[in-house]
């Protein structure tokens, strides 16, 4: 096992560890949602600011929107989990199925796609390609039998559509921050997690698939 791995395998453990405590504890899951989500600021903002380097009033006029812009949405986002942590306990399953539709989408897309390759998904990522798209579709749909009928009473059909929904925008909200690091020209928002590079390039699917999943969940 290289150095790589081992650094990717032990942050893989120490994350899943600390999403077990979040999930069990309340005061956890609060503390490390604003201590993260402020990582994930830093990070953003960082990349904003390689892509917009001038100093001229409208870049820093930019700067400032997509500043204050990502600071409201992932305060939106932590007000939301927190709100269902303490008001909504029921919401919790919902949550739970979103994230996890959003980390299976992330595993399919890599394990397909390093295996099947073929033609490329975008210009915005290299190294994503429609075989990794479907991945993602084909690994998400896995949940729904551990869910349906037991935790989440929905229709199968309705259950199946914003299960694919939600993997879509998890698909696309990684897009979005592979085009945002292409435009920066990094490889990473940070260095913070050795062998993953930054919180942001976890969690980049995640952030954009919990409002819409909840919406979801809560429309039909």
């Given at each position: 096992m290289n150095s790589e791995l081992q650094k990717r395998t032990f942050t893989s453990i120490v994350l899943i560890f600390l999403l077990t405590l979040m999930y069990l504890y309340s005061f956890i899951m609060i503390t490390a949602l604003i201590v993260i989500a402020i990582i994930i600021w830093v990070e953003f903002y960082a990349l904003i600011s390689k892509i917009i380097k001038k100093n001229k009033f409208k870049d820093k006029f930019l700067r400032f929107f997509y500043k204050a812009i990502s600071l409201l949405y992932l305060s939106l986002i932590v007000f939301l989990i927190f709100t269902i942590e303490s008001f909504y306990p029921n919401q919790k399953i919902y949550l739970l199925y979103v994230i996890l539709v959003a980390i299976l989408s992330d595993i399919g897309g890599l394990i397909i796609?390093?295996?099947?390759?073929?033609?490329?998904?975008?210009k915005i990522s290299p190294?994503?390609?429609?075989?990794?798209?479907?991945?993602?579709?084909?690994?998400?749909?896995i949940l729904i039998p551990?869910?349906?009928?037991?935790?989440?009473?929905?229709?199968?059909l309705i259950m199946f559509i914003i299960t694919l929904t939600i993997s879509f925008i998890s698909q696309a909200g990684d897009l979005f921050?592979?085009?945002m690091k292409r435009k920066a020209k990094v490889k990473d928002t940070s260095d913070m997690l050795p062998g993953h590079g930054g919180f942001l390039?976890?969690?980049?699917?995640?952030?954009?698939?919990?409002?819409?999943?909840?919406?979801?969940?809560?429309?039909?």
């Open positions: 796609g390093k295996t099947f390759k073929g033609k490329k998904l975008t190294n994503k390609t429609i075989s990794g798209s479907v991945g993602s579709f084909l690994f998400s749909i551990f869910f349906y009928k037991n935790l989440i009473e929905f229709n199968f921050i592979s085009y390039d976890r969690v980049d699917g995640i952030i954009f698939a919990i409002p819409i999943g909840l919406i979801l969940f809560n429309f039909f």
